[in-house]
Nanobody, 119 residues
Framework: EVHLVESGGGLVQAGGSLKLSCTVS????????MGWYRQAPGKERELVAT???????TYADSVKGRFTLSQDKVDNALYLQMNALKSEDTATYIC?????????????WGQGTQVTVSS
């Protein structure tokens, strides 16, 4: 069973930076990728950035050029470097891990870490 723990959130002024971390524990056989989503109050959860482990990462248009996704396969961790933060980036950021289980995608979600950007 995969377990995810996020950290790195906090309060930052607009234009500032934060780096989120997602630590993965548990045994994974067939990973189909990892990523970050975010959810602001009253809004739907939206994709921020994802990786399949190989090939280019995928980013939401709203964060391209400002956010960078990276993965440390040795430490089993996923990172999200967020620069030039804007007030509209305020949300709970949630890490997700995807695994193929009996031919179907199984997503495991973390608890989330709060990011608040003050203008």
């Amino acid at each position: 069973e995969v377990h995810l723990v996020e950290s790195g959130g906090g309060l930052v002024q607009a234009g500032g930076s934060l780096k989120l971390s997602c630590t993965v524990s548990g045994y994974t056989v067939n990973s189909c990728g990892m990523g970050w989503y975010r959810q602001a109050p009253g809004k739907e959860r939206e994709l921020v950035a994802t990786t399949k482990g190989t090939g280019p990462n995928t980013y939401a248009d709203s964060v391209k050029g400002r956010f960078t996704l990276s993965q440390d396969k040795v430490d089993n961790a996923l990172y999200l470097q967020m620069n030039a933060l804007k007030s509209e980036d305020t949300a709970t950021y949630i890490c997700v891990h995807c695994e193929w289980v009996r031919g179907q995608r199984l997503n495991t979600w973390g608890q989330g870490t709060q990011v608040t950007v003050s203008s």
